[in-house]
């Protein structure tokens, strides 16, 4: 295992940094969260221009034929700049999902558009009343001639408001499956939802919405789960290096007493611990990625990750807050957005506590 990125993903993370810090400035940002809904289509635009929208999909739908660590090192940028972009949504979602279990008629229709930056993805995992979104329980999917049709809800779903087709997990026949189904459709509802860091979300409801079932071996539902908890570590990695990067940078600017405040003992404990789970953060992270994508099995570090994306995350960004006094909780200062997005990515898809009980129940107690 070798933690060094090839010179294509430094590359990758370079050229998204550049354009992320030049068209997502706190001002843009500022505008964007004043209007309806969290997205800038003209930055999606160039992101797809970049050839970065297609870096994990295939070549016969105009993709680089990139990793899934590919991905995980533009999901970082998305959190360094907390981007307003449904990167995560799109291709850690829905179109990675379509990639690995969608028919050749399916990945032509879905994600050339992806590529190309005219379509937008999304999946629904978490259902109401439901803390497993790895196991669907009301939602169901049921046989109809050659197509199938949805029922029931889901919450939370990343960028519903702005997607053309949603990943959706639904019990079959009793067994958990996933199924694609066109927002535009009939018997779909979507209805956005407010968010503590104004990123779009939505709840969606089916009553007999047609779908087409995404086929693949194994527990393809978890798999999806997996996938989507090591995303949003990504983006936690990103969003706690710039938040210690902004809290490191005010300490040693911001006096007291004829010194900068980051030579205070203090200060110093609270920034060192914030690195120590920084770091933290991103090997897990990491080591759950490259599993990932090396086709081995990542469920457990997926947990691990998370756990520490969840937890650790919590603690550097509430540091980068604290360090910075009463400017820590103006909002109209840029570390508020990341000590929101962390606290965020902290609960979506099962908080600390839950990734603790699912490692848990992972380990049998074995002969005594």
């Known amino acids: 295992m070798d933690f060094t990125f090839s010179e294509e993903q430094e590359t990758i993370g370079k050229v998204a940094r550049q354009l992320f810090e030049a068209r997502a400035t706190p001002e843009r940002l500022t505008e964007l969260e004043a209007g309806e809904v969290r997205f800038d289509d003209a930055l999606w635009r160039e992101l797809a221009a970049s050839d970065l929208l297609g870096i994990a999909l295939p070549e016969s739908v105009g993709g680089s ?55 937008i993805l999304t999946a629904a995992l978490a259902e109401p009343g439901n803390s497993n979104p790895a196991l669907p329980r009301s939602t169901t999917a049921r046989k109809d001639g050659d197509a199938w049709l949805v029922d ?44 503590t860091n104004g990123e779009p979300y939505a709840q969606v409801t089916f009553a007999n919405a047609s779908a087409r079932r995404l086929e693949g071996e194994g527990d393809i539902v978890g798999a999806l789960y997996t996938r989507a908890l090591v995303g949003l ?4 990695v990103g969003v706690t290096e710039r938040a210690l990067r902004i809290a490191a940078s005010y300490t040693a600017e911001r006096e007291q007493f004829g010194r900068p405040i980051g030579s205070f003992q203090a200060v110093q404990q609270r920034m060192a611990d914030a690195f120590i789970d920084t770091e933290a953060i991103r090997w897990t992270t990491w080591h759950a990625a490259w599993l990932i994508a ?8 997926a947990s691990i990750a998370k756990f520490w994306a969840a937890e650790a995350g919590a603690r550097v960004v509430a540091t980068a807050q604290q360090v910075h006094g009463g400017m820590g909780i103006d909002i109209t200062y840029p570390v508020s957005r990341y000590y929101l997005w962390a606290k965020d990515i902290e609960l979506a898809l099962g908080s600390a506590s839950q990734q603790l009980a699912r490692l848990g129940a992972a380990y049998s107690e074995g002969p005594k």
């Open 65 to 119: 034929g990139g990793s899934f660590l590919d991905l995980g090192v533009l999901l970082a940028e998305v959190g360094w700049s907390v981007a307003p972009v449904p990167v995560y949504a799109t291709l850690a979602l829905g179109a990675d999902t379509i990639a690995r279990h969608g028919d050749s008629d399916l990945q032509q229709r879905y994600l050339s558009g992806v590529v190309d930056g005219s379509v």
């Open 152 to 195: 029931g809800a889901k919450e939370l779903v990343p960028a519903a408001q702005l997607a053309h087709a949603i990943v959706v997990s639904a019990l079959a026949d009793g067994e958990p499956g996933l199924f694609v189904v066109d927002t535009d459709a009939a018997g779909v509802d979507v209805t956005p939802v407010e968010t």
């Open 233 to 236: 570590c990504a983006i936690q």
């Open 294 to 301: 090396e086709a081995r099995l990542a469920d457990r570090e």
